[in-house]
């Protein structure tokens, strides 16, 4: 096998190994921790509001992902089979980061444009909303699948109050858009107080759904 198809076949690798470790990251540095630690709860008060921003926690995950590649794979890689490896699996490492970060944060931005996309924002919203502990994996079921952690509903319930992290989802009237009605369904009530806030907070840190 040559350098270049050599490099090649190690990056698709380097690809779905960043596919494990989303997996096993998501559901054990940042779930099964229960807020312990800055991985865990960044991620947690995320599940607070169901919102995404860009914060400086993206640059320092970006920054440990490419230490990673740069410090482990790439001179494991080379160590194994040579340096056409170990760059096509580091490559393979950050761009399939790259790519799960791109798909997470257009879930929450941007209205699904095809059958992947719809996919993709079911399974992840049925883990914000319908249960924490399930669908792991953000970009592919594979890891779900092997783990018996998917799971599949037809219609993921939103709660009215944490919508607004889903502004595609809702119309000029904060309802839900008539196009999204075979997957998604808004429950409770709109209103956020304080109390709320904090039976919300305490229920994302014990990785528990939120209540209507």
Same mark, same amino acid.
């Given at each position: ?55 400086? %926690?993206? *640059?320092? #995950?970006? $920054? &440990?992902?490419? /230490? ?91 709660? %009215?109050? *944490?919508? #607004?992290? $889903? &502004?595609?989802? /809702? ?42």
């Amino acid at each position: 096998m040559g350098p270049l198809l050599s490099g090649l076949v190690a990056f698709a690798v380097g690809v779905n190994l960043w596919f494990l470790f989303e997996y096993l990251l998501h559901r054990f540095a940042m779930h099964e921790l229960h807020g312990k630690g800055i991985m865990s709860r960044e991620h947690l008060l995320h599940h607070v509001t169901a919102g995404w921003g860009f914060t400086s %926690r993206l *640059l320092l #995950a970006w $920054l &440990g992902v490419a /230490l990673v590649g740069a410090a482990a794979w790439l001179p494991l890689g080379t160590w194994l089979l040579g340096p056409a490896v170990g760059v096509g699996l580091a490559a393979g490492w950050v761009l399939g980061y790259g790519f799960y970060e791109f798909q997470h944060a257009q879930a929450h931005l941007r209205a699904p444009r095809n059958r992947y996309e719809r996919w993709l924002r079911k399974h992840h919203f049925h883990h914000h909303f319908g249960h924490p502990m399930a669908n792991h994996g953000v970009t592919i079921p594979f890891w779900d699948i092997v783990f018996h952690t998917r799971e599949a509903p037809d219609v993921v319930p939103v709660p %009215r109050r *944490l919508a #607004a992290g $889903l &502004g595609w989802l /809702l119309d000029d009237d904060g309802e839900l858009r008539a196009e999204f009605a075979a997957d998604y369904v808004l429950v409770g009530i709109d209103r956020m107080d304080e109390r709320q806030a904090g039976i919300d907070r305490a229920r994302a840190f014990a990785s528990l759904a939120p209540n209507p």
